[in-house]
């Protein structure tokens, strides 16, 4: 008996000394992303990210449409219809996408507005905070990315995110591709991990804007936050603005102008 315990005692340390010795390379590989994107001269470049969605420039489907398809085209987002459906960009009413306005009386065409969501891009996000992997992580210029290989699919981030940002792919959503042309410019997705918005980072690397900015025709203003003199700056100057759910803490970084 003696035996077996000193037996299980010595497998039990050295069990956890192998996982050591695995975990803590893989917890540096995962920090070492934060600064593994190398951008070339021609990328832009921000303190902190941000977006200004005018709303009332959203008056038709066609406007909505031309937002989202490109968006979900060049990011090879599978076209599910159904609970399962994996979306990065999306939109929806007045209530749904602004839950802590319960206070006010707003006008009728507000109320009947649809809203476009996505992705935060918070300052204090509660998805990094959850994810056992290090897959989900804030950059030094405030996007909140992913790293497709690290996700085991747990969906803590899923439950973690309160703006409904994340998708799962329960399926493969290759299958999902047949009917659209193939962008092999950005990679597919597998079966059981997490995908969303990145503000098109891959973009910004290369001196261009997000998809749905130049697809909105001036309806979305993108740039730094921290830079004041940045049109993002100007439009949060010149207009009110609301973010989604501030009460929170998260400090979204995405504004809409109502």
């Given at each position: 008996m003696k035996n077996r315990r000193q037996f299980l005692k010595v497998a039990g340390l050295s069990t956890l000394g192998l996982a050591g010795g695995l975990?803590?390379?893989g917890m540096a590989r995962a920090a070492g992303l934060k600064d593994s994107y190398r951008s070339g001269q021609e990328a832009?470049?921000?303190?902190?990210?941000?977006?200004?969605?005018?709303?009332?420039?959203?008056d038709s489907p066609e406007k909505f449409e031309a937002v989202i398809s490109a968006c979900h085209k060049y990011h090879n987002v599978p076209?599910?219809?159904?609970?399962?459906?994996v979306k990065w960009i999306w939109k929806d009413g007045y209530h749904q996408t602004f839950t802590d306005q319960k206070d006010n009386y707003p006008a009728k065409d507000v109320l009947e507005r649809k809203y476009l969501m996505l992705c935060n891009h918070c300052v204090n996000p509660a998805c990094v905070r959850v994810c056992p992997t290090q897959a989900t992580f804030r950059r030094s210029d405030g996007i909140v990315v992913m790293d497709y290989h690290r996700c085991i699919g747990c969906r803590f981030c899923m439950a973690a995110c309160p703006y409904g940002a994340r998708s799962f792919n329960f399926e493969d959503p290759r299958n999902f591709l047949e009917d659209r042309e193939l962008n092999v410019?950005?990679?597919?997705?597998?079966?059981?991990?997490?995908?969303?918005?990145?503000f098109c980072s891959e973009l910004l690397a290369v001196g261009k804007a997000p998809l749905c900015v130049e697809a909105s025709e001036g309806a979305i203003v993108f740039g730094d936050l921290d830079d004041p003199a940045s049109d993002v700056r100007k439009v949060l100057a010149e207009n009110f603005t609301i973010r989604r759910k501030p009460t929170l803490g998260t400090e979204p970084s995405v504004y809409y102008i109502i």
């Open positions: 975990a803590l390379p832009l470049k921000g303190g902190h990210w941000g977006m200004v969605i005018d709303t009332r420039a959203f076209a599910i219809n159904s609970k399962r459906e410019s950005f990679p597919t997705r597998m079966r059981g991990v997490v995908e969303k918005c990145t």
